[in-house]
């Protein structure tokens, strides 16, 4: 057994939960490494203490009166969550990052998280984020940016920044974020972490705070693949409070995980392979490539043809819709007044009104939507020749703070390599590729809609044969 | 690109105050934006239908009866986080009396 309980991974938990701790102990093993870390971390915006030490005593007691194997049953029981604070949690502040809902008190709770409740998850407390999901690096919240663990100068990666640092500091053993356009992977990569962004549509929205309805996917973080497979297989499935969730059967996705990679095809983009690409990425993902080929996979070069409009495309659609969703902020209902917002928002709030304005709609936003489709036609057909896409997950490693916040523009094109997937609605899973000095680095493997399955199988035989999440932070 | 002017009537558009610093740094940055955008032109989309829609659901429909009185919030509970209520009700600002 680990010397702390926070280091254990939710598979360990199932070995030693009854036997050798006790929820309390898990639990109050997380909020000690929550009280050690959080000043220097700031993943937190409200942790839950009374709240998660009053649901593990009550979880203890339940222990002692179920026989048999619980977690047939309670998948995630007694295992400490956090939320990224955009999930409306009921009774507990919900802010989004922002501080036009800084007190805002929900008084209804997003399907999802229910779901872990019902799956016997504690939650641990809500995470800092980017403001409204809007950023890539953590920089945009309205209250402070989240340091990234493996470098407390340098940025976790973003929007699920707090959720990416609690896990990856041992805060909680795995965290719940949204996947907009990377806002899951990109945190993952820069924390040495697992992340899934599913298919749209395999995990509900409902209850969860809208940043563009057509793109957001409800995704989460952990330090290994078995983990997150898990956590999938609880959150993922129809609800009829989300009209976009679609009514395919949920498998166990940890089931098949050990499946061979014997003549998977595997396609590296031939557009994503350009300069500006930092060099320590490149020869990590060629690792990783040779890694891939040495388990059986066959690795060839595809084309996206559309990749240079892809941010273009993004940058369009998502404000609009996102001006559209910030739009209930009132002032009336809930929340502060509008000039409340941060600058990010009102950026993409601006952005978004003009795109979608008389006169404009069509230049932009139906233009926008017309690429997207030749954006998705482009993956569609590469997955005619190939099972898997391989791609870096970010073209750097973690950032410093305030490197890029000078321009927004700057900050955008980080994610070149991550948004078109949410432009095509594919599901991606990054998993550790490696590190650069101190910092890690991500590669994300990407599939046809709804192949979560198939991704955690390639994820899980990669993580099996190099092992890069057993390696912490040694600086916290 | 996009002058102060244009700027404010967005503004106006999305309900958004703006103070005078923050209409210049959007009016440069939003203008930067805007231009990086342009690049969508060079990509022929006459043939091409919108995807507005990535899985292709459609119609998505439920029974029409009234949902659960459990499923609904309670008066109190939807109020509860209002600026200003009356009890029952929200309170709104005036729509008709100040001649906008």
Same mark, same amino acid.
């Given at each position: ?63 002692l009166k179920l026989k048999g194997d619980i977690f047939k ?33 929900? *008084? ?29 690096? /953590? ?20 929007s699920s920044s707090g959720s990416a640092a609690a896990v ?55 330090? =290994? ?14 609800? *009829? ?54 388990? /059986? ?57 003009? =795109? ?6 069509n230049a932009y936003y139906l233009k926008a939507a017309k ?11 590469? #997955? ?11 073209? =750097?490693?973690? #950032? ?41 680095? /991500? ?18 035989? #990669? ?14 | ?94 729509? #008709?009396?100040?001649?906008?």
């Open positions: 057994m680990k010397e702390n309980l926070y280091d254990l991974t939710i598979k360990e938990i199932r070995e030693g939960l009854y036997s050798k701790f006790s929820v309390t102990e898990l639990a109050a093993s997380c909020l000690e490494r929550i009280e050690k870390t959080d000043k220097a971390l700031h993943a937190f915006l409200t942790v839950d203490r009374e709240g998660i030490i009053n649901e593990a005593k009550e979880k203890d007691k339940e222990l049953k309670y998948p995630l029981f007694g295992v400490p969550m956090a939320l990224k604070d955009l999930f409306t949690t009921k009774d507990l502040r919900t802010t989004a990052g922002s501080k036009i809902i800084e007190n805002y008190n929900p *008084p209804y709770g997003a399907t999802v998280v229910g779901k872990l409740k019902a799956a016997g998850a504690l939650i641990i407390g809500k995470t800092n984020e980017d403001a409204w999901g809007h950023g890539s690096s /953590g920089e945009n919240s309205d209250y402070f940016p989240t340091k990234n663990p493996y470098d407390l100068e340098r940025v976790p990666g973003g990856a500091s041992g805060q909680c053993l795995a965290a719940a974020g949204t996947d907009t356009g990377s806002s899951v992977r990109l945190p993952a990569a820069f924390c040495n972490l697992v992340g899934i962004k599913p298919t749209y549509g395999r995990v509900s929205r409902y209850g969860i705070i809208a940043m563009a309805s057509s793109f957001d996917t409800i995704g989460h973080l952990t330090r =290994t693949v078995y983990d997150n497979a898990l956590i999938l297989s609880v959150t993922a499935g129809k609800d *009829p409070l989300d009209a976009t969730s679609v009514d395919k059967n949920v498998p166990d996705y940890t089931e098949n995980l050990m499946q061979s990679l014997k003549g998977k095809k595997i396609g590296v983009v031939k557009e994503y392979l350009v300069e500006g690409v930092d060099k320590g990425v490149v020869e990590i993902t060629n690792r990783a490539i040779e890694t891939l080929k040495n388990l /059986g996979a066959s690795v060839s070069e595809i084309s996206l043809p559309h990749t240079k409009y892809a941010m273009a495309c993004y940058y369009i659609l998502v404000p609009s819709e996102v001006s559209s969703n910030l739009a209930k902020f009132d002032g009336i209902r809930f929340g502060k007044e509008r000039a409340a917002f941060g600058a990010e928002a009102k950026r993409r709030i601006m952005l978004g009104t003009y =795109t979608l304005s008389s006169g404009y709609y690429v997207r489709t030749l954006i998705k036609d482009d993956f569609d057909s590469a #997955f005619l020749k190939v099972d898997l896409i391989l791609a870096p997950s970010s073209p =750097t490693p973690p #950032f410093k703070i305030g490197e890029k916040s000078g321009s927004p523009l700057q900050m955008y094109l980080s994610d070149a390599f991550v948004c078109p997937i949410n432009i095509a609605g594919l599901p991606a899973v990054n998993v550790p590729a490696g590190f650069i000095g101190e910092l890690p680095v /991500g590669i994300q493997l990407i599939g046809p809609q709804f192949s979560e399955e198939q991704l955690y199988q390639a994820a899980y035989a #990669f993580e099996t044969e190099t092992e890069f999440y057993k390696r912490r932070s040694s600086v916290i | 690109m996009l002058s102060e002017k244009e700027v404010a009537h967005i503004a106006k558009l999305a309900n958004l105050p703006l103070s005078r610093e923050e209409l210049l740094t959007f009016s440069s940055q939003l203008a930067e934006v805007l231009n990086y955008i342009e690049v969508l032109n060079e990509v022929n989309t006459d043939e091409i239908t919108p995807t507005f829609q990535v899985t292709g659901v459609k119609n998505v429909m439920r029974d029409d009866k009234s949902p659960q009185i459990e499923k609904t919030l309670k008066v109190e509970n939807a109020l509860r986080n209002a600026s200003a209520t009356d009890g029952k009700y929200f309170v709104v600002p005036s729509v #008709f009396d100040e001649g906008r």
